[in-house]
């Protein structure tokens, strides 16, 4: 079966609108997606992970844990830097993996990857990516 016709079929005779495909979109997280955010938040999240302050962790031993508050959050936070920056999900896991590499030739500190990742981003919008940083960097 052709879902992509049937899909294509369904909005040119308006029974569905292509806000209705990006809302289901949007609850759809792939394997390559949760990848790119686990490396996300765990690269940027300034919590304490050994205290069991994070609740990101808390809510990775669950089933559905892409439907509670802070693994949607830092989804959100994800989808929100590949859109401003136009990067795909494969893009978005070869920059933070690049910022990485650069941050361990740094002594792998963790505010080491945080300045390599905001500057890989920084000529393109300084002011988007300190907001990020200082705002959404915490499971909270």
């Known amino acids: 079966?052709?879902?992509e016709w049937i899909v294509k079929e369904l909005i040119s005779s308006g029974k569905i609108s292509q806000e209705d495909i990006d809302s289901?979109?949007?609850k759809v997280v792939s394997l390559?997606?949760?990848r790119a955010v686990d490396m996300l938040h765990l690269a940027l999240c300034f919590e304490d992970h050994d205290e069991g302050a994070c609740t990101y962790y808390a809510e990775s031993a669950?089933?559905?844990k892409w439907e509670k508050p802070s693994h949607l959050k830092w989804l959100d936070i994800s989808r929100r830097v590949m859109k401003r920056f136009g990067l795909s999900v494969e893009q978005l896991i070869e920059e933070i993996s690049d910022c990485c590499r650069v941050a361990g030739i740094l002594n792998a500190q963790p505010e080491s990857f945080k300045?390599?990742?905001t500057c890989?981003?920084?000529q393109n919008d300084p002011k988007f990516i300190i907001e990020f940083i200082r705002q959404d960097s915490t499971c909270s």
């Open 1 to 3: 079966m052709n879902y």
């Open 24 to 26: 289901v979109n949007s």
């Open 32 to 34: 390559e997606e949760r």
């Open 62 to 64: 669950l089933q559905n």
């Open 115 to 117: 300045a390599c990742f």
């Open 120 to 122: 890989a981003f920084l």
